[in-house]
């Protein structure tokens, strides 16, 4: 289109913009006067008056900040620009153009005089077609930086805001994630939503049994369960991604992960994990984890934390699936060789009659390395197995000699002088702290010097310290046993429901074993789940027999 019609001749756009973040839909007044609808109507009233001007495009950037010029109807207009088919930009007022006073200034005074564009605002009564005056050199810019500190003030208010929303627990995000909605009657609020909470489970669970976080994504896909980005617009959210490639959003192993590795399932909210440095700059940074706001139970869970510390351990470990396969072997990630500490990994002896898997220790093959510890895997899935079995076996009697010994005339404070954990602890206090007399001895008859006195004696007072610390937790503890309360019996109901298994699965390894320690003579050891419970209850076991004579029917535990 020409636009040199005539000298007096203008083909102009029509700006309007709002946005929440400049504070533009904070109230409701406000709300109202900056409306979309409210601009336009301004708008078309001036050109209803002013028939030189001819309306060319409304352009409309609804829900964009003022604070930067990266807005694609307002890139779209300086196109046109460029292109010749505008020479006029009328807004309501600055702050529509933009509320950023370096840049909006530098659009009025530079860029649209060079571009040769008559620029209009009309609540400002400022037309740079009209011959300019002393006092508009002073107007204009007084006016953007007033929109500029709105912009700033508002952005202030706003952070402080949604600080004090996060450290309350109250969700700030603007979409829920799988597995959950935002409560109808309470937006900062997230309640279950059933079907994708099942589908979250789901995931858990396939993950414990062994598939990998690209077999997991595979079966979803193959079963035809929409992925997270697929289920928000199914259900009618208006959320956007810029990772999207197809039509239809696929699961992928990085949406799966992204799924187990989120502690919102757990009932846990993490927020303010992410941060920009001012109002100006939008690129975000990471924020230090000690800086996030954290609170546990803002909302219910959807896994357990059994289920998601179990997952979180197995992705700590390097493990993945071999070729061909979908699953994880049982055991992998959790062995261990005995002298180096190091890995063990799997290998296939296919060039075998009879192919196997095998373990080796991963230090094997350096010069100074360690010595293979080869094993084959059949041979210790069998082995830790028994042990599994033998462990629930030991844990059962432990709970029936509990039991018994619940019934017998014994007291706390006996309990007490007769441990020998305590003991020791007790006798490591008055170690240091005669070591602690003897230092100040040394030091006044001149044998030390005052830095040493002053540093042997700070670690003198701290060994007493953490013998002090062990000593009311071992008493506490005792107490407890004591007392009989149901918490301490936990980790023994944890291992009673496998007391009938069957076989070894990738589910049960996970959640009853730490670590497995493998020897070159093919010996194994196995550190098991709640191993600190478990010492704790057999030396208050041995205390009670030390005091109480054991009846005929008492049964021992060895």
């Known amino acids: 289109m020409d636009t040199k019609q005539a000298t007096l001749h203008y083909i102009c756009d029509m700006y309007l913009r709002l946005s929440r973040e400049d504070g533009d839909k904070e109230d409701g007044n406000k709300s109202e006067s900056d409306s979309i609808a409210n601009q336009r109507d301004l708008i078309s009233a001036f050109l209803e008056k002013h028939p030189e001007i001819t309306l060319h495009k409304v352009r409309i950037d609804d829900g964009y900040t003022g604070v930067n010029f990266d807005r694609p109807d307002f890139i779209s207009m300086m196109e046109s620009v460029k292109n010749k088919e505008i020479n006029c930009i009328i807004v309501k007022d600055f702050s529509r153009l933009g509320r950023n006073f370096i840049e909006t200034g ?4 530079k860029i649209f005089p060079f571009m040769g564009v ?3 605002s009309i609540n400002d009564d400022y037309d740079s077609a009209k011959p300019k005056t002393a006092s508009d050199n002073l107007i204009v810019p007084v006016k953007n ?15 402080s805001q949604l600080e004090i929303k996060r450290r309350k627990g109250q969700f700030i995000a603007p979409f829920a994630a799988f597995g959950y909605l935002k ?3 309470d937006r900062h609020h997230l309640i279950v939503d059933e079907f994708a909470a099942g589908v979250v ?14 077999a997991i994504a595979e079966y979803t896909n193959k079963r035809g369960i929409p992925s997270p980005l697929e289920y928000k617009r199914l259900i009618g959210s208006n959320y956007q991604s810029p990772f999207k490639r197809n039509p239809k959003a696929q699961w992928t192993a990085v949406t799966v992960l992204r799924i187990l590795k989120n502690p919102l399932y757990i009932g846990v909210l993490e927020q303010g994990k992410r941060s920009s440095p001012n109002y100006k700059v939008k690129k975000q940074f990471a924020v230090p984890q000690e800086q996030w706001a954290v609170l546990e139970n ?3 869970p959807i896994v357990s934390r059994d289920t998601f510390e179990n997952t979180a351990k197995i992705l700590r470990t390097d493990t993945r699936t071999a070729p061909g396969e979908e699953t994880l072997f049982p055991l992998a990630g959790l062995l261990y060789c005995a002298d180096c500490g190091r890995s063990m990994v799997r290998k296939n002896n296919s060039t075998a009659s009879n192919p196997y898997y095998y373990y080796i220790c991963s230090g094997s093959k350096e010069k100074s390395g360690c010595k293979s510890h080869s094993i084959r895997d059949e041979l210790l899935i069998e082995a830790v197995f028994a042990t599994v079995q033998a462990h629930i076996r030991f844990v059962l009697e432990v709970e029936q000699t509990l039991a018994d010994i619940a019934r017998l005339p014994y007291t706390g404070r006996q309990v007490k002088k007769t441990d020998e954990r305590l003991n020791a602890k007790q006798s490591e206090v008055e170690k240091y702290r005669r070591y602690r007399m003897k230092l100040h001895e040394d030091y006044t ?30 008493s506490q503890e005792i107490d407890r046993l004591v007392e ?10 944890y291992f009673k429901r496998h007391q009938d298994i069957e076989e070894l699965n990738r589910k049960l390894a996970v959640e009853l074993i730490d670590r497995i320690a493998v020897y070159e003579d093919r010996r194994i050891h196995i550190d098991f789940k709640f191993q600190y419970e478990y010492e704790n209850t057999m030396a208050f076991i041995q205390c009670v027999e030390r005091i109480v004579p054991k009846p005929s029917d008492h049964r021992e535990v060895v």
């Open 201 to 214: 489970q789901d995931i858990f669970k396939l993950f414990l049994n062994g598939y990998s976080a690209q």
């Open 484 to 493: 009989g309360k149901s918490e301490q019996q936990q980790w023994i109901a």
């Open 183 to 185: 409560d109808p009657e």
């Open 445 to 474: 008859d001149g044998i030390i010097t005052r830095e040493d006195y002053i540093a042997f004696g700070r670690r003198y007072d701290q060994k007493v310290k953490e013998a002090e610390d062990a000593i009311l937790a071992l």
């Open 118 to 120: 008559r620029f209009i």
């Open 298 to 300: 803002t909302h219910e």
């Open 145 to 159: 930086l007033m929109n500029d500190a709105y912009c700033r003030d508002i952005s202030i208010k706003i952070r």
């Open 106 to 109: 530098k659009y009025i005074e």
